[in-house]
């Protein structure tokens, strides 16, 4: 690391080093974030899971989505359709969407986190997860 | 690009490091590893939590889990069922014991939700040993904001405005000092951080060079900026080693970032730091001692004036203010005067930092605005009082203060209502303490520390408060007489009046104040030969009550003076010729058949 | 010490030179004692006369000035600590959660006051403010490790781990 010379060097480091906090930033409001949750078992990784997270961690950064946080999460339950990711908008219920990849993954950022409108491919909530 | 998806928070404070936190760290890397998860979870050690009495202390985000009393061996279960399966461990979250409910998530303990964190905002949320992660929480923009927008002039401006007082125990306003350090003319001057703290269970400046050393690096650079120095010197006890190692590091790390040196931002500002170690003297909190003993003196106080601002560190002006107070000065520059004025009360801005300790359910360090009660500070914050006792005081200010009863809880806490009440806010060492603790003998372990810690160089301290330390020490063996009692108010007041610096004038606040306050005490010790909370051991007996010992010999193997006698199942007698009065057999007894009078 | 007049004094020879060292590479002697002390103490344990001497001398100032620094500090001891430094933490927390009936039972238990070391040389005893570790109170040190919460009927299996 080389020295810094001047106030806007500075405020450039900042930004740039931002995403290292970002998470525990996000955290400490996490009442107020729209949580991003991705099924990230065994099956869930075989069907994809970890391209769906990272996608949706690049895209949240790139796009400065400072209201919404990706983690990671054990199996849902729904093997049949993993690759599987839960958005929980604050004071809704949460929604499972399966079968998601790179591009869907994308598609539900857009329209669903980003606009609120509702797509296909909801998978219904039939039972309680492990933390209710 | 950072890729991790989850942070492990780990405290690396001392009293977590104490109880084995850094083998954790170790033990949920390893197995991160093991599960192939090293490249989306990252594990690091932070700096203080504050919730010490449930340490070591493990949060999990972005979820915000707060996992207290984690041993090394529970990293296992944490990796597989936490961070692998997303199932959160519920026998390491913390249980709310008014409803005996896990709380998953740090803002809905009672411990955190009164409290607001300025100077600690850092601490138990970054790497202090990261630059990075500081400046990525506006580290160091204060300081640009100051060298390239503000005159120095208009930086002293703002601190005059913001209100913010000396947070080591006098409360003197901070842009004042600053001010008078300006104005004073000098070929050289120097910015003092002092970090001698040596209130006997006080340990929040510890916290804060240990949890975010680079907001006091900041911070001397900008009061340097302002009163126009190119130097600045910390000076710390020897006896903190973790917080003088991650200071190391962090000046290191500022110089080669160019945040400390030549130039600082082509500003054309000069200015670097060096590390003075103290050795352990008390009254080098004071000051002028402090100054004396940087330039390789003992650590005697002179008369002011001269103040340092005008003759300080080598006969040059000299600013010096505490930790906690430089804590608060980038953020009060970058959120602004205004803002910092809105938190505290008419005369007391801002935010203080206690370390609670004591007869206390929740003992650790805490921020509260100024003008919170104590009520809410012991009740709520505090969780009240150990083993359901009742409260019975709480000594503020450490040796220099006094004793806050029942009758003050409703008092909001600053600067002058706690002077007001005869106790003072000190460095903000807050010590509970319960039905059990004995007043005279409270008062006679603070003096026994100011005999021991006082210089020498004046009488009124040097005798006086060896004197006062021994009319205690017959008050608490029944020998005192009423006469003595006076004695001790007026040989208290003379010293207050005479002594030379500030450690000798309030050395009797601890005598006074509970004089005031639990004269029934003293006077029970004196008329009766009795110690009402039952903790002088000189006036005490133990007894074993025939009805009740069932002959279990519990307190027979626990007398380590083989005072007890008696065979199994039968009853068992203390032969007080032989007992010490330890009360070992008291505490191990578990029919209560053990009694003291 | 009598237990090896030889030895100590070729240790000590070494440690003279390290700390001759130390002195020649400061830039600034004037207001060095203090620092000059805290690395004596770390090459030699304690700073017994002669070594206060030896500063005095290769700093050119009177021996009564060393002596009236290392007396005033309570960091700097003037007698060895024993193999198992042992200090009990005296500050307040620790007082009132009953830190002084475990220091009394620290000082029966080895015969000897605070300040003291062993016969043997095997323990030391020292009551020390605050080491910051509030929530484990009452906290004693035996060398770097850390017991917390103890109570005086655990004083003797503590010393047990040493002997």
Not at chain 2, 71 to 93: C, S
Request: glycine share 10%; aromatic share 8%; with cysteine.
């Amino acid at each position: 690391m080389g020295k810094i010379k001047s106030l806007d060097e500075l405020r450039q480091l900042r930004e740039q080093y931002k995403s290292k906090v970002d998470i525990r930033e996000k955290g400490d409001q996490i009442e107020k974030m729209i949580q991003v949750r991705v099924a990230m078992a065994t099956c869930g990784i075989a069907s994809g899971a970890r391209d769906v997270m990272n996608t949706l961690v690049d895209e949240v950064t790139n796009r400065r989505l400072d209201n919404v946080v990706i983690s990671q999460t054990g199996c849902m339950g729904y093997c049949y359709a993993e690759p599987t990711i839960e958005v929980t908008i604050p004071g809704k219920d949460p929604v499972v969407f399966g079968e998601v990849n790179k591009e869907r993954a994308v598609e539900i950022l857009e329209k669903y986190i980003i606009n609120g409108e509702l797509l296909d491919g909801i998978i219904p909530v039939t039972h309680k997860t492990v933390d209710d | 690009m950072s890729r991790y998806k989850m942070h492990v928070l780990v405290c690396g404070g001392t009293g977590c490091v104490s109880s084995n936190s850094l083998q954790i760290v170790d033990n949920l890397k390893n197995h991160i590893k093991e599960n192939g998860l090293e490249n989306d979870i990252q594990v690091l050690k932070t700096g203080c939590f504050g919730f010490c009495e449930k340490g070591p202390i493990v949060k999990i985000l972005p979820d915000n889990t707060f996992y207290v009393q984690v041993k090394p061996e529970d990293a296992e279960i944490i990796v597989k069922e936490h961070l692998v399966k997303g199932r959160k461990v519920d026998k390491l979250l913390y249980k709310e014991p008014s409803t005996e409910k896990s709380i998953d998530d740090s803002k809905h303990m009672e411990f955190y939700k009164k409290q607001m964190r300025v100077a600690l905002r850092n601490c138990g949320f970054i790497d202090p040993d990261n630059i990075e992660e500081y400046i990525a929480r506006d580290g160091y923009q204060a300081l640009g904001k100051a060298l390239v927008e503000m005159t120095p002039e208009l930086v002293i401006e703002e601190m005059k405005k913001s209100g913010l007082r000396g947070r080591g125990g006098g409360g003197f306003p901070t842009g004042l000092k600053w001010e008078f350090a300006r104005k004073n003319k000098g070929d050289q001057k120097y910015v003092v951080c002092n970090a001698d703290e040596g209130d006997p269970g006080a340990f929040m400046d510890r916290s804060i060079l240990e949890g975010d050393p680079h907001s006091i690096v900041e911070a001397m650079a900008i009061c340097g900026y302002a009163i126009g120095a190119d130097k600045g010197l910390v000076y710390i006890r020897a006896e903190y080693p973790l917080a003088v190692k991650r200071l190391e590091k962090a000046i290191k790390d500022a110089r080669e970032y160019g945040l400390l040196g030549k130039n600082i931002l082509d500003s054309g500002f000069d200015f670097d730091i060096e590390i003075k170690y103290g050795a352990g003297a008390f009254v080098c909190g004071e000051e002028t001692a402090l100054i004396h003993s940087m330039e390789g003196e003992r650590g005697e106080p002179t008369t002011k004036p001269p103040f340092p601002a005008e003759s300080g560190y080598w006969g040059k002006p000299t600013n010096v203010n505490n930790v906690e107070t430089f804590a608060n000065v980038p953020v009060i520059l970058l959120k602004g005067a205004d803002w910092f004025q809105t938190i505290g009360t008419e005369k007391s801005k801002g935010t203080k930092v206690f370390a609670l300790a004591g007869k206390i359910n929740n003992v650790g360090l805490i921020e509260v605005p100024m003008g919170t009660t104590l009520r809410e500070v012991i009740f709520d914050i505090g969780g009240g009082i150990k083993d359901g006792k009742r409260f019975k005081a709480v000594q503020t200010g450490g040796p220099s203060g006094g004793c806050l009863t029942e009758e003050d809880l409703d008092t909001p806490i600053d600067f002058d209502n706690l002077l007001a009440k005869g106790s003072m806010m000190g460095s903000g060492g807050m010590i509970v303490m319960d039905e059990d603790d004995c007043m005279p003998s409270v008062a006679k372990f603070y003096l026994e520390f100011t005999e021991d810690e006082s210089c020498g160089k004046c009488t009124p301290c040097r005798i006086g408060t060896k004197r006062l330390s021994e009319l205690l020490d017959k008050v608490t063996k029944g020998q005192a007489t009423m006469e003595d009692l006076e004695m001790l108010k007026v040989l208290s007041e003379t010293i207050r009046d005479t002594a030379l610096c500030g450690l000798g004038q309030t050395a009797p606040n601890p005598v006074l104040s509970t004089i005031e306050t639990f004269w029934d005490e003293y006077v029970a010790h004196v008329k009766e030969n009795r110690c009402p909370a039952g903790q002088c051991t000189d006036l005490l007996k133990y007894f074993i009550l025939e009805e009740k010992c069932i002959g279990c010999t519990a307190c027979s193997r626990v007398c380590p003076v083989e005072a007890i006698s008696g065979k199994v199942k039968s009853v068992h007698v203390i032969d007080q010729d032989k007992c010490i009065k330890c009360g070992a057999c008291y505490d191990k007894c578990k029919f209560s058949a053990i009694i003291k009078k | 010490m009598s237990n090896c007049e030889t030895c100590t004094n070729k240790l000590s020879e070494r440690g003279f030179r390290e700390l001759e060292q130390f002195i020649n590479d400061l830039d600034e002697k004037t207001g060095a004692v203090i620092s000059v002390l805290h690395k004596a103490q770390e090459i030699f344990g304690y700073l017994p006369r002669e070594v206060q001497q030896f500063v005095a001398n290769k700093l050119e100032i009177p021996v009564s000035k060393v002596y009236g620094i290392v007396s005033f500090y309570s960091f700097f001891t003037m007698i060895p600590k024993g193999e198992h430094p042992i200090s009990v933490c005296m500050g307040t927390a620790c007082y009132v959660r009953g830190a002084e009936k475990v220091l009394d039972e620290f000082k029966r238990a080895l015969n000897i006051e605070v300040g003291e070391t062993t016969a043997d040389g095997k323990f030391s005893l020292d009551a020390l403010r605050c080491v910051g570790a509030c929530g484990l109170a009452p906290v004693v040190l035996v060398g770097e490790k850390v017991y917390g919460r103890v109570t005086p009927d655990q004083v003797k299996s503590i010393l047990k781990e040493y002997e």
